[in-house]
């Protein structure tokens, strides 16, 4: 945390910044010791948000591991463009928050194997990743998938006096339905 004395807020506290220097929500602290149950105040996370995260961690660590064109993978420099990119990278950049802050000795590994590696994969595959059109140096806008507004109180109905369907709701296993037709 870098304080700036002539960046005080009017409480009087300095504002905390990340690493990049941007400014960061200072986190609340307790009006007593005994408001907070006696544990030692929680601690701040690494970067201000997403984009720093990526600018300053996770871009340079991936480094070196894109082939872009569409092929294998790709990176779009304004990846912030992409909602899905940027809903995925803003969930890894709170898990990797989390795992850094966990006692657990496997946190990381689990934030890197649970959650990066796969959310990676589905983010710069570059045949149908949200960033496929897109290169290192070109950003591509990508349509919405069209649709069509659900009619008026569609998913307000009231269903509980329908009874579960007898097979848990997983319909017909077509696999069975196939060997049956075979043997006909």
């Given at each position: 945390m870098i304080d700036d004395p002539d960046d005080d807020d009017?409480?009087?506290?300095?504002?905390?910044?990340?690493?990049?220097?941007?400014?960061?929500?200072?986190?609340?602290?307790?009006?007593?010791?005994?408001?907070?149950?006696?544990?030692?105040?929680?601690?701040?996370?690494?970067?201000?948000?997403?984009?720093?995260?990526v600018e300053h961690w996770l871009a340079p660590v991936l480094a070196g591991k894109l082939l872009g064109g569409g092929r294998g993978r790709t990176w779009c420099r304004q990846w912030w463009r992409h909602r899905e990119v940027s809903i995925r990278l803003h969930a890894l950049w709170r898990g990797w928050e989390g795992a850094r802050r966990s006692e657990e000795p496997l946190a990381m590994s689990s934030w890197w194997v649970q959650h990066t590696d796969p959310h990676l994969r589905a983010l710069c595959d570059g045949e149908a990743g949200p960033m496929w059109r897109c290169t290192p140096e070109a950003h591509v806008d990508i349509p919405a998938y069209p649709t069509i507004p659900a009619p008026s109180g569609w998913f307000d109905a009231d269903h509980s006096d329908e009874r579960p369907p007898s097979d848990g709701g997983r319909g017909p296993d077509f696999r069975r339905a196939r060997r049956d037709g075979d043997a006909a």
């Open positions: 009017d409480t009087g506290s300095t504002i905390p910044r990340g690493k990049a220097g941007r400014r960061r929500a200072a986190a609340p602290k307790p009006k007593s010791p005994s408001a907070s149950g006696g544990a030692k105040d929680p601690e701040p996370d690494v970067f201000a948000d997403v984009g720093e995260f």
